[in-house]
């Protein structure tokens, strides 16, 4: 079911991006739960698997529902464009018990048994202790999952503002919105997401908070409601290499099984690139890339993205195992 967001005038002028540390340590969570959300993250998962298992996530999962509320007051909107942690984390320890208590019950009555959960029955009985519980745990899961990896993932993140501010200039909201995700669509002043459940509402002047994500992917998240400034969370350019190491001449063993036109494109795509990008990068002619392109991505291990009049190639999960040589 699509969630739509309809603009006024005056929210073109109220967007903004933001990077999130909060929300980057929420959807490391959700990774960790969600085994569709893992095909990019593989060498990220090996690495914190000892720090993850000691981490009781169980109530925070509780409150993840794959259809249905999350707690707006667990994870609100960034205060600004690059906001700390500490900041953040500060601000769910601020949220109001008897808000965050409704907040809450909302979001355990989309799960059956939740609300006469041992949790459940906890969280409503004393909500102080649970904003405080609550946001205890969220900073372990910072220190234990992101934080050691988070001057990396920054930097991803903006270089995808960076890239998307360039195409906000250059085609406008209404133009950059779909480029975000295939998930997104534009037409008459209205955003069109696909993603779980149905979800609709005016921005009224308070414009859309736009927060690429390492973790997000596959999803789409237009989220928040009322009084919560509305945002849109969808994953950033340049997940397929975001773990790997600088790509050096493509192995034997990918050259035996794709040839070596083949294996070189899909071990240059560190990061997205356009046919042109990469025949400059590799000195091939253009004509021989796109074909190269074309080979892999019908054999699921590059997708293709438009921006405007360019077309971007990435790898896969599927073609960055193979690339690295991690199993499937």
């Known amino acids: 079911m699509p969630s739509l967001l309809h603009f006024e005038e005056i929210d073109f002028l109220r967007c903004r991006f933001a990077v999130s540390p909060l929300w980057e340590t929420h959807q490391a969570v959700r990774t960790l739960k969600r085994a569709d959300r893992r095909g990019y993250h593989g060498p990220w998962l090996c690495r914190i698997r ?4 000691g981490l009781d996530l169980a109530p925070l999962w509780l409150l993840m529902p794959r259809r249905g509320h999350s707690p707006d007051w667990l994870g609100p909107p960034p205060i600004g464009p690059a906001a700390t942690f500490e900041e953040e984390i500060a601000a769910v320890r601020a949220a109001d018990p008897a808000a965050a208590r409704e907040d809450t019950a909302r979001s355990l009555g989309t799960t059956p048994g939740a609300l006469e959960s041992p949790y459940g029955r906890a969280w409503l009985a004393d909500p102080e202790r649970m904003v405080r519980d609550l946001a205890d745990l969220l900073e372990e899961a910072w220190r234990a999952l992101v934080a050691p990896d988070w001057p990396r993932l920054r930097t991803l993140l903006e270089a995808d503002i ?5 195409r906000f200039a250059q085609v406008g909201l209404g133009g950059l919105l779909p480029e975000l995700s295939d998930r997104c669509s534009w037409q008459g002043g209205t955003l069109t997401v696909v993603s779980p459940g149905r979800h609709e509402r005016r921005l009224g002047g308070r414009g859309l908070v736009l927060m690429p994500s390492v973790f997000v992917w596959p ?10 400034q509305p945002a849109l969370v969808y994953p950033a350019r340049g997940i397929g290499g975001l773990w790997s190491e600088p790509a ?10 794709l040839g070596r036109g083949r294996a070189a494109v899909l071990g240059a795509l560190d990061e997205p690139a356009s046919t042109t990008a990469l025949a400059r990068r590799l000195g091939l002619a253009p004509s021989s890339v796109s074909a190269h392109l074309t080979v892999l991505r019908d054999a699921g291990l590059l997708t293709a993205r438009r921006y405007g009049h360019e077309v971007l190639y990435e790898r896969t999960p599927l073609g960055i195992a193979l690339a690295s040589g991690e199993p499937g």
């Open 162 to 166: 960076a890239f998307h501010s360039r």
């Open 50 to 53: 000892t720090a993850a298992a």
């Open 248 to 257: 050096g001449p493509a192995p034997d063993r990918l050259v035996r099984l």
């Open 219 to 228: 999803d789409v998240v237009s989220s928040f409601d009322p009084p919560w």
